[in-house]
């Protein structure tokens, strides 16, 4: 039905989500097996070439970004990102400038944080799209709404008749919006279509879908994964997983110095741990087990202790890189758990910044990181405080072939 018209898609995902409230943002939490901007990709890459897939992103989030889009990736297809804006008009800008040499007919401009956007969605905008500039979809506001003062005085009802709730993807004629971006740059609006609102063309709605609300809130995410659960019993008989686990174990000794790296955070102490990198026991036996849980050796086989490149290296490169095979085979990490023994530093002020850690270099959510810590009652090396120990354990989904 489209394939006279060249769409261009424009993804805006440089947001830092701060309502979302967690350090991840939520564009690269993961929903049913993958990321939230894996899902949107996925899902335009089926209405237009991959190539014509731009998405915008803040340069800060470079490593989550490559683990979201490894699996999309591997062909090379998909154009490079480009650094968004101050603002989402400037980013859209920035995405939309990007595509100009492409020469698309129209063009799709999307929130990342809209991982429930369905492909019926979709074709209703590239329709209207046929005989409007600009297509939008929106929902029908249930609720009466009320207009106030600044004391909250109410002081008029409106007809909720009238109103509609706006999603994404806007579609338009792609000429047309970015030459209204360009006219406005600099100025805000709440939305793309307010643009051609503004130069006086029309912009038609469309139905949307309840599953293609944004997340905004951390309430949000429950809805999203009530969704994807959905989703994947749908498809089940396409795409099915099995369930793996990794354990991992490894003791560091101590050395002169003033504190230890334990979980990727900074632990004060009277003495430090002696390693070739960091030395930080914690993520060494994480790494160890998130390996053993896919058949890939130990962290000694991808990174020997002879190879002067990884002297004094911080070992998040190589809990990245684990969890980084898991994703290339089309896996997800489930969850991890580490234990720590030691008599001293005490570890339990310290374990909420080391889930977040952990859970940060893993692109997972937080309650799917678990970190705590044991004695040994002051029995062996650990108890005559010579050094720290640790395990892991891990569980890993992948793909069945």
Partial sequence: MFMTQKT????????????????????????????????CIECFARHTDPDLIQVVYN???????????????????????VIGGDTRQQSVLNGLRALETKGPDIVLIHDAARPGISDDVIDRVMT??????GAIPTLPVADTIKQTDRDGV????????????????????FKTILDAHQKFEGQEFTDDAALLEAIGLDVICVAGTTNNDKITHRDDFGRAQSWANTTNKETAHMSQEEYRAGTGFDVHRFAPGDHCILCGVKVPHSARLEGHSDADVGLHTLTDAILGAIGAGDIGQHFPPS??????????IFLRHAADLVRKRGGRIVNVDVTLICERPKIGPHTPAMRQKVAEILGIDVDRVNVKATTTERLGFTGREEGIAAQAAVSVALPIN
């Fill in 8 to 39: 261009g898609v424009v993804i805006v995902a440089a947001g830092s989500g701060s309502r979302f409230g967690d350090p991840i943002p939520k564009q690269y939490h993961m929903l049913g097996g993958k990321s939230i901007l894996a899902h």
């Fill in 59 to 81: 340069p800060a989030h470079q490593d989550w970004y490559e683990s979201a889009t490894a699996t999309l990736n591997e062909t090379g297809s998909l154009p490079a990102p």
């Fill in 128 to 133: 209207a799209l046929q005989t409007h500039p």
């Fill in 154 to 173: 109410i002081t008029k009802t409106i007809a909720r008749e009238t109103l509609q709730r706006a999603q994404t993807p806007q579609g338009f004629d």
């Fill in 307 to 316: 190879d002067m490149q990884w002297k004094g290296a911080a070992s998040d």
